[in-house]
């Protein structure tokens, strides 16, 4: 039996893509306290703002992950989530009072938290061989986690 050709793995924008992810979440990490006493905010909401970043981070990956599982997209809601990120960090930037802080953290944390997960379930059908069942490749207890 002849086997199938494989798909090229996109290594340019799977790289690119892990490359931006963490960059972003090593220049965000360090400073985000430093921004928010800059703001003005106490000690105790900016542990409440990180523990925010930390919540999210059960309950955004198998929510998105999810969604795109039941499309026949999954590319698709990456990229929404990668453009809600950015859009809701944008938020931010504007001169918010301390309790709208909160819900923009929330909304800005689960696109954040979720998009990473969201990337393994297509990178497995690209290096899965042909005829390698589901669940066989090295990334399958992470897809197996972030899918639920």
Do not use: E, K
């Not at 793995?9 to 985000?32: D, I, M, Q």
């Not at 105790?44 to 703002?49: G, L, R």
């Amino acid at each position: 039996m002849t086997p199938h050709p494989r798909d090229p793995v996109p290594v340019a924008r799977l790289s690119s893509f892990y490359l931006f992810y963490y960059a972003a979440l090593g220049a965000f990490t360090p400073y985000w306290s430093l921004f928010l006493t800059a703001r003005g905010m106490s000690v105790t909401a900016i542990s409440v703002m990180m523990g925010i970043w930390y919540a999210t981070r059960i309950v955004a990956p198998t929510t998105w992950t999810s969604i795109a599982a039941a499309s026949p997209r999954p590319i698709r809601w990456l990229r929404i989530g990668c453009v809600l990120t950015l859009l809701t960090f944008c938020v931010f930037l504007l001169p918010l009072p301390q309790p709208w802080m909160y819900p923009a953290m929330v909304v800005f944390c689960f696109f954040y938290n979720a998009v990473m997960p969201g990337r393994y379930r297509p990178l497995v059908g690209t290096l899965r061989s042909p005829g390698q069942r589901p669940g066989a490749t090295p990334t399958s207890a992470m897809t197996a986690i972030a899918t639920g």
